[in-house]
């Protein structure tokens, strides 16, 4: 038990940045290492069902948090506030 309380140090895999995690409590995304992508993504990013070979040689990356951060952003974005155009009847 106390060997999930070590420090790792480690590469993200979104943004390449060494930092340190607990290998336990990080988040991780599954990589196919011969294509580079998770199992079943396309280059296109469209999905398609994984193949079994695929799913067996995938290992799990770790996440850091700022590429965390970002992907939540990315996923909720905030709405961009505009000014409204004041439109003056008669004068047009």
Known sequence: MAD???TTIGRC???KRTFSFIPASVTTVTI???TGLPPGMTVLGTTREPTPEAT???VKEPICPD???KAKQFM???APQFETWQSNPGTD
Do not use: F, K, V
């Open 13 to 15: 895999y979104g943004c």
């Open 56 to 58: 067996a040689r995938s």
């Open 76 to 78: 909720h974005p905030t």
């Open 32 to 34: 196919d290492p011969e």
């Open 4 to 6: 999930e309380q070590m």
């Open 67 to 69: 590429c965390l951060n």
